[in-house]
């Protein structure tokens, strides 16, 4: 019903910046999305959430000041702009999408997944 591709991962230096985007196949009106990563070892880990508004934006305290998540409905995207980045931001990232239009930071709320894109910030 949804598929969710996610782009824009890649190596960057600490202090550098990437924009990682989700682009979405299928129906996600009124769909709250959003972004979690995991590391090798590590259990996924929340990062950011949206309204389908484009309201509410909501991050884990690693990222706030740092990461901005943001979507545009009218190409179906969502966006996970990444500065100041350090190392241990390093992680597959994920985007997901949720059938109702309150966010989570919960994985198992999300209904729908990408494959994820990998992160890898240097020192």
């Known amino acids: 019903q949804v598929q969710l591709v996610e782009s824009g991962g890649g190596l960057v230096q600490a202090g550098g910046s990437l924009r990682l985007s989700c682009a979405a196949s299928?129906?996600?009106?009124?769909?709250?999305m959003g972004w979690f990563r995991q590391a090798p070892g590590k259990e996924r880990e929340f990062v950011a959430t949206?309204?389908?508004?484009?309201?509410?934006?909501y991050y884990a305290d690693s990222v706030k000041g740092r990461f901005t998540i943001s979507r545009d409905n009218a190409k179906n995207t969502v966006y996970l702009q990444m500065n100041s980045l350090k190392p241990e931001d390093t992680a597959v990232y994920y985007c997901?999408?949720?059938?109702?239009?309150?966010?989570?930071?919960?994985?198992?709320?999300?209904?729908?997944w990408g494959r994820g894109t990998q992160v890898t910030v240097s020192s």
């Open positions: 949206i309204l389908w508004s484009g309201g509410s934006p």
């Open positions: 299928g129906r996600t009106f009124s769909y709250a």
């Open positions: 997901v999408a949720k059938t109702s239009r309150t966010g989570s930071v919960v994985s198992g709320q999300y209904d729908y």
